[in-house]
């Protein structure tokens, strides 16, 4: 119980973590500084882990960078709709 709430916790802050960005670019309605090979990248590596998270049967692995996952596709969506 203490990993889960552990890696719960972890996995919130990083998706907290995205909410600025995603706060900034919806006031600006710019992604000039924004880094589209970094996004990409980063949207790879956060698939892999939601396949890790089914394949080891974690629960908080799934759940948070599930969530995260869909925040950094709305940035991605952001910034290829505002250049």
């Not at 119980?1 to 890696?7: A, R, T």
């Not at 600025?20 to 919806?26: D, E, G």
């Not at 006031?27 to 890790?52: A, C, H, N």
């Given at each position: 119980?203490?990993?889960?709430?552990?890696?719960l916790s972890a996995g919130?802050?990083?998706?907290?973590?995205?909410?600025?960005?995603?706060?900034?670019?919806?006031?600006?309605?710019?992604?000039?500084?924004?880094?589209?090979?970094?996004?990409?990248?980063?949207?790879?590596?956060?698939?892999?882990?939601?396949?890790?998270?089914?394949?080891?049967?974690?629960?908080?692995?799934?759940?948070?960078?599930?969530?995260?996952?869909?925040?950094?596709?709305?940035?991605?969506?952001?910034?290829?709709?505002h250049g």
């Open positions: 119980m203490f990993i889960q709430l552990l890696g919130g802050l990083v998706i907290i973590a995205s909410l600025p960005q995603i706060l900034r670019i919806v006031q600006t309605k710019s992604t000039k500084d924004i880094s589209l090979p970094m996004y990409i990248i980063q949207i790879i590596g956060i698939i892999l882990w939601v396949i890790f998270g089914f394949i080891t049967q974690q629960m908080a692995v799934i759940i948070t960078n599930g969530i995260f996952l869909i925040l950094n596709l709305f940035i991605l969506y952001l910034k290829l709709k």
